[in-house]
């Protein structure tokens, strides 16, 4: 597919108010299948390939194989025989490979019918000394602008993942024809990055970003990728956050955390020896991800375990890698009650039991329950149980 009518196509999608979708990928069948959702373009990288293996994404930074031979060698076997024109294939290039030639290597991936090219693996996302130590060695981002530059100058279509406003202003000038911010590994699922950016760290940084490409071209496409946006739920709050942003790109959220729940369930489900109706199988692999059980449950967790401590909401929150309000959203809409009101009736309920079983002082009672002002416990367990401590004791 032509630069022309990729562009064409996917600013007919903005006009009429649709999100632009991105499927990084390493399978056929992934691509197959995202065709099939409405997926507008289709990113072949060497990441998407280790997915597939079962192995993190970060083995795409590694030396294990040959990152542009590799991703030439699967995406002609099984993306483009696929595309057939209908949705294009952007080629993920390492522009730091020094055995290629990046203006023949280019030239050979148009001609082999791809639409475009991404920068990635990208040196963007390696810090520290070893970044130094590469960019002393002449492996830098200025390789990564260069090779967008070249595909432009191709009349290819160009997507450049970027880490700051600098880099979206060098890609800009160079052609690019989508500024993507790239906001790190995904988190989530068994092989997902533990340290990832929170989703209002996110919508900062984009938010910064897509100011600065607005100053210098206000009709470049702008996306996002990655990080802790990784469910339907986590982009939602993002555009609603952004009204810059006009899409999103997403490989391990498409084909690795979805995989991850299905198969596992799914075996789970054949070795119980009970029967279950297809749409209620259905609904339990489907947890955690539109439904996001994953964040309420990790605090409904950590109160069942740790309910006679002091618990603060905000600092779940970071521990969760969300801001303290979409968290409150969040489990507001799944429990039916804010986090607090949750709390208290939880203890007030663990607090009815032990005196229910245990013959103990009232005040400890309360200790036990997280309380240490008996007055306030007091007036707590009224509210819920209608009566005093001391009476319910009676009571029963």
Known sequence: MQRKRILKELKLQIKNGNHIIGVATGSGMTAKYAKKGGA????????????????????????????????????MRELIPLAKGHIPVIFG?????????????????????????????????????????????GCNYSMEVEAINIAHKKEMFTIAFVFND???????????????VHLGLTGGGLLGAKKVL???????????????????????????????????????YMYSNNKNLMGYIGGSAFERIPCEKFITNITKAFKVPVHLKEDELMNKMLDGITKHYDYVEFVKEYVNKNYMSQISFSALAKIANISR???????????????????????I????????????????VSSLVGYKDYAQFSKMFRKYKGCCPKEYNTEI
Not at 100 to 126: A, H, Q, R
């Open 40 to 75: 507008n373009f289709l990113l072949a990288l060497n990441s998407g390939r280790f997915r597939q293996m079962g192995r993190s994404s970060l083995a795409g930074f590694l030396p294990f194989n040959n990152s542009n031979d590799m991703v030439m060698d699967f995406s």
């Open 93 to 137: 290039v390492n522009a730091t490979d020094p055995t290629k030639d990046m203006e023949s290597y280019i030239e050979e991936i148009k001609n082999k019918g791809f639409s475009g090219i991404n920068n990635y693996p990208t040196v963007g996302l390696i810090d520290g000394k070893f970044k130094e130590a590469l960019e002393e060695n």
């Open 166 to 180: 600098k880099q979206a202003v060098q890609m800009i000038k160079a052609g690019a024809d989508v500024i993507c």
């Open 198 to 236: 929170s989703l209002e760290e996110g919508k900062i940084k984009a938010k910064k970003i897509f100011k600065k490409c607005n100053e210098i071209k206000p009709n470049v496409i702008k996306l996002i990728y990655g990080g802790p946006v990784k469910t339907p739920t986590d982009i939602c």
């Open 325 to 347: 309000s979409y968290l409150s959203t969040l489990f507001k809409k799944e429990i039916g009650c804010s986090f607090k009101q949750y709390l208290v009736k939880f203890r």
């Open 349 to 364: 309920e663990k607090a009815a039991k032990i005196l229910e079983k245990e013959n103990i002082q009232l005040s400890q």
